[in-house]
C-alpha cells in the first residue's frame, strides 16, 4: 500500500537546508525535491520501467515551480516516456 504524503508548501522548500549529504523531501506520486550538500534544491520523479527504478530531472527550484502543478496531477505513467 501506498505511503501517503502531504505536499511540500513554499515555505517547507524555502527552509529546507543543505546537509553533509544529499537527501529528499517527498511530495507525494514520485515526485520529490533533492537537497544537495552545495544548497542546490532539485525536482525529480521516481518512476519505473520494467521492473528498473529511474528518476527523471525536471529541474531547479524555484524555476520549475510554475509547471509543478500538472506533475502533481497527472499519472506518473502519462510523462515517464518523455
Known amino acids: 500500500m ?6 511540500l ?4 522548500l ?3 537546508k543543505p546537509k ?3 537527501y529528499k523531501l517527498a ?3 514520485g515526485l520529490f525535491m533533492q ?3 552545495n544548497g542546490a ?3 525529480r520523479l521516481s518512476y519505473r520501467i520494467d521492473g528498473k527504478a529511474k528518476e527523471y530531472a525536471i529541474g531547479t527550484y524555484p524555476n520549475i515551480s510554475d509547471v509543478l502543478p500538472i ?7 502519462d510523462y515517464a516516456a518523455v
Open 2 to 7: 501506498a505511503r501517503l504524503t502531504t505536499p
Open 9 to 12: 508548501s513554499d515555505t517547507q
Open 14 to 16: 524555502k527552509n529546507a
Open 20 to 22: 553533509e549529504k544529499k
Open 27 to 29: 511530495d507525494g506520486g
Open 35 to 37: 537537497i544537495n550538500p
Open 41 to 43: 534544491k532539485l525536482w
Open 71 to 77: 506533475f502533481q496531477t497527472s499519472s506518473p505513467k
